[in-house]
């Protein structure tokens, strides 16, 4: 009989919202006169009784104002609703160096941080010198994310690592120069948080490219990775997309609308 690793509890903590989206900001040709989808902006927890991770740490307020952002919890708040003290968390795997998604990393002073090399060289390198580039980037946060690297406090992967039994980091790039999705064993087999390798169901289901992008075709390539490492396409989990609250059940009452339930099959599955 195959081994098979205690399960991890899965979760997605929404933490801001962005409105008032077109079609063509969602997809590239996409209609500029149709309505898209809000963007929801995500951390999640991959958590077991040996094993806590933190997947991406959002980011805060100055971001919020400066892009106009509806930040609805700063992320370390939203994840104290699920029992975690963002100050204690020791393991945290940051899927790029976005801003909303390599924020705040001061609410986790005794993590590790684990990160690609070729993320860190794309944030740090001469593709900054672009604008186009360099605009999804608070350099705030880059600055941050070099301080702790100085302090010996990131650890970098291979394309493909084991962290621990049962979870996995594998790098797609596309979105980034090093963007990397984590893969975790639970109840229903195993999940694909796929952060930005796409950002919403209908991007790799349809192979449809997100504007904001940095090399298209291993994007593209990208969708190819997490279906196969993914159960079933119902086992991928997109990085913004709203249909991911509505498809999983709160792990609370109290917290419908805030953190869903990802080790459990989504509704009508």
Known sequence: MAHRPEP???FALRYARLGGRRAVDNFVGG??????????YYVWVARRSDALFVIDTGFGEGAAKRRKRDLRFRPAEALRLLGISAAEVERVILTHLHYDHAGT????????????????AYATGPCMCHDFLRHPFDVDDVVAFVRLNFAGRVSFHGE???????????RTGGHTGGLQVVRAWTR????????????????????????????VG??????RTIRALAESDDHVI???????????????????????RLDVPPVGA
């Open 8 to 10: 991890f509890e899965l």
């Open 31 to 40: 209609d500029p006169h149709e309505a898209g989808d809000d963007l929801f």
């Open 105 to 120: 990393l001061e609410d986790f002073p005794k993590a590790r941080f684990h990160l690609q090399p070729s993320e860190a």
């Open 160 to 170: 493909a690592t084991e962290l621990a039994d049962g979870l996995t980091l594998h």
């Open 188 to 215: 229903r087999g195993w999940v694909v948080i796929a952060s930005d390798a796409t950002h919403m169901y209908a991007n790799y289901r349809n192979n449809l490219v997100f504007p904001a992008v940095y090399h």
């Open 218 to 223: 291993e994007l593209l390539d990208g969708y």
């Open 238 to 260: 997109p990085g913004h997309d709203p249909l991911v609250m509505r498809l999983y059940p709160p792990p609370a009452p109290e917290l419908e609308g805030i953190a869903v």
